[in-house]
């Protein structure tokens, strides 16, 4: 069997439209859309307290970051690096609660390793862009791809048809 690629699973945050976006970066900075979810998939938390707002983020990452290997996966590739990158804080939520939800996926989740950042901006247009570490950690030969790979992919992400949609979750009746 052919040894799989690795690549940089990249979760990008877009708190303007409430959702997030899957991609890869390889170490030679190819980028490759996967996954976007519906505009407002992350507004749950909104009505929640607190550690329920970490509770329900987290657990949309983690379905985010399953997703992404899973298509990673099937075009020979896999994650060597978790890596998230939020363009602001989450609104109608307490400032530390980007930083909780750092901490905890980056102490969490060790193999692979997930770093996460922020951009200085409150969106990805700005160039350069400014990126901040929030929490884990990433070796210079994933930060040297991750720098010249992000670019690309935030580029990429304006291109809706580039990415496979997520469906809205179905709710339930009873």
């Known amino acids: 069997m052919a040894e799989k690629e690795p690549v940089l699973l990249t979760i990008l945050i877009d708190t303007n439209r409430m959702r997030w976006l899957a991609g ?4 030679d900075h190819r980028v490759f859309p996967l996954l976007a979810s519906h505009d407002d998939d992350l507004t749950g938390y909104r009505s929640m307290e607190f550690d329920e707002q970490a ?4 657990h949309r990452f983690c379905g985010a970051l399953q997703r992404g290997c899973d298509r990673l996966w099937g075009l020979q590739k896999k994650a060597c690096q978790f890596v998230f990158l939020t363009d602001s804080v989450f609104p109608d939520a307490p400032p530390e609660l980007t930083a909780r939800i750092a901490d ?14 922020s951009v200085g901006s409150a969106s990805y247009d700005a160039r350069p862009l400014e990126v901040t570490r929030l929490a884990g950690e990433i070796t210079s030969e994933f930060s040297e791809a991750l720098e010249l790979g992000l670019p690309m992919l935030l580029d990429v992400a304006t291109q809706a048809d580039r990415w496979e949609q997520v469906p809205p979750p179905k709710i339930h009746s009873n």
């Open 55 to 58: 509770s329900f983020l987290r």
């Open 24 to 27: 890869g970066i390889s170490l």
């Open 104 to 117: 905890h996926l980056a102490q969490w989740m060790t193999n692979p390793p997930v770093a996460f950042f």
